[in-house]
């Protein structure tokens, strides 16, 4: 078996995002951790040698707490609120600083019909007005709403559910999503759903999310029964008007009841509302009586459509269950599935929680706060990592290896252990040199070599129990080398915290059969689903004459 030896330095936080993916491939985990001058050796199942250059630098403190919490969209009580994810079945309510819902802070009106949310790479939040306007506000993760400004996305459309990649936002639109630069405001495009005929569809679908491990987009349709899957490069070609009409992975069947094995959906009168995708592939969709029939259940299908397991139908109002199940959202750390609940019956779920292996029905994760106000109205979920950094020195320095044009994402890439987004954090350059900075998303991009020095300043933001904190950040920049295929000779790395060049040869690592690959710190596919072997390499960059 060839083996891939991969130069990514100073990463980390990469290296373990990698020994998770390998770890979850089948039936092989992670073969062994070896350290030796300086770097760290981890040789996996899946073929792939990953040595990451880790120098004082970058060991310095800067660990994260990170916390992965649901935000449940009340619309007749244009209120939303926020709940912290556990280890057990309840979710922990998380009030607003003076007490009562996370939002609506000072003014309720400002967001007359909240549906859907989504977040973007500095850990605000994105929650639409579905009645009166069209506006999809920003909020602080403290539930502090932005006033409306030139940049405030505006879809008049009807919004229920988004998410954002980077700082493009997706919502669901007419025929198919739509997206928007969250810098400007503008609308960049939008994509086309088809029917399994390939004729556009009719209407705005319900159910959107995506999955950025696996890179995977899930819709649902609603009453016409439908699941499209396709990835992230489908989405961005359909926006930019170059790729075709998607069609549905998953049609309606000719029976009321779907059986394990089959890649339909119910012919029933009830339809599919929330739908999302775990980290291995897995589809799951909620069938709901909101639109009629009989009642509510989850379905769990395999990534090529194939249904695995499903729930029992709830179908009874009041005594508590998921009778008109809507939103879903899958929780990475606990690997359950929450469910959120149309009615306002104060006996029924305001939040459900199922099992993402067995489907079974865990109970009550929130009850209903409502009265009997919020019957009819739907309500949307979500669920966002939001991360603290903390023991922040007074400052720290990323060194970085980099050509020009590629991109460093302050927020997602200074912390070590962050791997969500960091609230109420503000980055101030006072000198740039081989850079430039985009205050937008607060990165910046590589222009040369040269160090970038920034005042950091997290602010407090109490509904994650993150304190305020200051600190000088630098990220310094040296050009990679060029390494020769096969390596004949020790070749140098960049530069190690003590200005020394590292180097290293084949026979450190006893190997023969070694392709010796250096990639530059690959930020822009943070958190991505890597593929095996060639495909990885690919997808990391890595110039076809090293290939």
């Not at 990463?11 to 992670?30: F, I, M």
């Not at 009819?376 to 990323?398: D, H």
């Not at 290293?504 to 690959?517: K, N, P, T, W």
Request: glycine residues 12%.
């Amino acid at each position: 078996m060839l083996l891939y030896v991969v130069f990514i330095p100073q990463q980390r936080k990469l290296l373990r995002s990698l020994q998770r993916t390998c770890a979850s491939e089948d039936a092989d985990a992670l073969r062994s951790s070896t350290a030796f001058s300086g770097f760290r050796i981890l040789t996996v199942a899946c073929g792939l040698l990953l040595l990451g250059l880790l120098s004082p630098s970058a060991l310095q403190a800067q660990s994260c707490n990170c916390k992965e919490y649901i935000y449940l969209n009340e619309p007749a009580e244009k209120s939303v609120l926020k709940f912290a994810v556990g280890s057990g079945t309840s979710l922990t309510q998380i009030s607003a600083p003076g007490g009562g819902p996370w939002y609506p802070g000072t003014n309720a009106s400002e967001l007359p019909f909240p549906h859907g949310i989504a977040t973007d790479l500095n850990g605000n939040l994105y929650i639409a007005e579905t009645a009166n306007n069209s506006y999809i506000r920003k909020l602080t993760c403290d539930g502090d709403i932005f006033p409306v400004t030139g940049t405030t996305v505006y879809d008049a459309g009807v919004h229920t559910n988004m998410f954002s990649i980077g700082n493009t936002l997706y919502v669901t639109g007419l025929g198919g999503p739509s997206a928007y630069d969250l810098c400007t405001g503008v609308k960049i495009g939008q994509m086309c759903l088809a029917d399994e005929n390939g004729v556009q569809i009719i209407g705005t679908p319900w159910g959107l999310s995506y999955n950025p491990v696996t890179e995977t987009v899930y819709v649902s349709g609603l009453t016409r029964n439908r699941v499209w899957a396709f990835s992230k490069a489908q989405l961005e070609a359909g926006i930019a008007g170059t790729g075709s009409c998607i069609l549905p992975l998953i049609v309606q069947g000719p029976n009321e009841t779907v059986n394990i094995g089959e890649n339909y959906t119910p012919n029933a009168a009830t339809g599919i509302h929330g739908i999302v995708g775990d980290n291995a592939g897995n589809i799951y969709v909620v069938e709901s009586a909101v639109v009629g029939g009989a009642g509510t259940y989850l379905l769990k299908y395999n990534a090529s459509g194939i249904l695995l397991a499903k729930s029992l139908v709830d179908d009874v109002l009041g005594g508590g269950g998921y009778h008109l199940g809507m939103g879903m959202v899958w929780s990475e750390t606990s690997n359950r599935l929450y469910v959120s609940n149309r009615t306002a019956d104060p006996t029924e779920d305001c939040i459900s929680a199922f099992d993402a292996n067995t489907m079974a029905y865990l109970g009550a994760a929130a009850p209903n706060p409502l009265t009997g106000a919020g019957s009819g109205y739907g309500k949307a979920i979500g669920i966002i990592k939001e991360c603290c950094p903390v023991g922040l020195p007074n400052s720290f320095t990323k060194n970085i290896c980099s050509t020009g044009g590629s991109k460093f994402y302050l927020n997602q890439e200074a912390f070590n252990d962050c791997d969500g987004v960091v609230c109420g954090s503000s980055w101030v350059p006072t000198s740039l040199s081989g850079m430039t900075f985009d205050p937008c998303d607060n990165s910046v991009t590589i222009t040369g070599t040269g160090c970038g020095v920034f005042t950091l300043t997290i602010s407090g933001v109490s509904s994650t129990g993150c304190g305020p904190q200051t600190s000088t950040f630098s990220i310094c920049n040296t050009v990679p080398p060029v390494f020769s295929n096969p390596m004949p000779t020790p070749q140098a790395l960049c530069e190690n915290s003590s200005g020394v060049d590292v180097s290293v040869q084949s026979d450190q690592i006893a190997a023969d059969l070694v392709r010796f690959l250096y990639v530059s710190p690959p930020t822009k596919w943070r958190g991505r689903r890597l593929r095996r072997r060639r495909p990885v390499l690919s997808m990391l960059g890595v110039p076809p004459s090293l290939l």
